[in-house]
């Protein structure tokens, strides 16, 4: 199965301050198609996960232009340009190019 | 407005059986995937498996954890997705998740308890 590391595991963050979260994965997410099938998600307390990016850095309709996805391969970053209150929760990264699907462990971001 | 909506979730004892339900709206049900995660209390988010559309004669796929235990089908013409599940054990004890695609999943709902215990 393929392995998603997720970094840091919490992330206290100022207001309008930026904020980066990590994700590798064990082997490359380059599908045979051509595609990276790299999503990155956000889940509030309570709520089920709402997804903010496909294929690395296609952002969701919705999603503020404050987020930003990137990456290539193996090695993924998810940006908050200036983090805001709504922002809490967790971040998930999850790599569905090869089965089974998984996910990164997690990333909570809290406001100092 | 499209939705998609769990339900089935109860308290069951190990080894007993359970069907969930998802039931969608708003969109043709029966060109997409439908994908089910899980996630434990307090823990990340697990994907179970999913099930095609019949373009791809609804081929299957399940984790290893519940391979053999769970099995999904579809009503392409009501637009629900179901998620039977049988010999269930503690650590099937989530909230269940339906979504809506394969590889990349857009959408999700909101979700149903499973609680597993004697």
């Known amino acids: 199965d393929v392995v998603m590391t997720q970094s840091p595991l919490s992330l206290p963050v100022t207001l309008g301050q930026p904020a980066y979260i990590s994700c590798r994965s064990s082997?490359?997410?380059?599908?045979?198609?051509?595609?990276?099938?790299l999503n990155w998600f956000h889940q509030r307390p309570g709520q089920s996960p709402r997804r903010l990016f496909y294929q690395v850095s296609n952002r969701d309709s919705g999603v503020p232009d404050r987020f930003s996805g990137s990456g290539s391969g193996t090695d993924f970053t998810l940006k908050i340009s200036r983090v805001e209150a709504e922002d809490v929760g967790v971040y998930y990264c999850m790599q569905g190019t090869h089965w089974p699907v998984t996910f990164g462990g997690g990333t909570k971001v809290e406001i100092k | 407005e499209v939705q998609l909506v769990e339900s089935g979730g109860d308290l069951v004892q190990p080894g007993r059986s359970l069907r969930l339900s998802c039931t969608t709206s708003g969109y043709t049900f029966g060109d997409y995937a439908m994908t089910w995660f899980r996630q434990a209390p307090g823990k990340g988010l697990e994907w179970v498996g999913f099930i095609r559309s019949k373009t791809y004669v609804g081929a299957t796929e399940y984790a290893a954890s519940v391979k053999g235990r769970f099995i999904f089908t579809r009503d392409d013409s009501a637009g629900v997705a179901y998620l039977q599940m049988t010999d269930l054990k503690t650590e099937d004890t989530a909230v269940y998740y339906c979504s809506r695609g394969l590889r990349f999943p857009d959408l999700w709902g909101r979700g149903t308890v499973v609680t597993v215990s004697s």
């Open positions: 082997q490359s997410l380059v599908h045979s198609d051509g595609i990276t099938y």
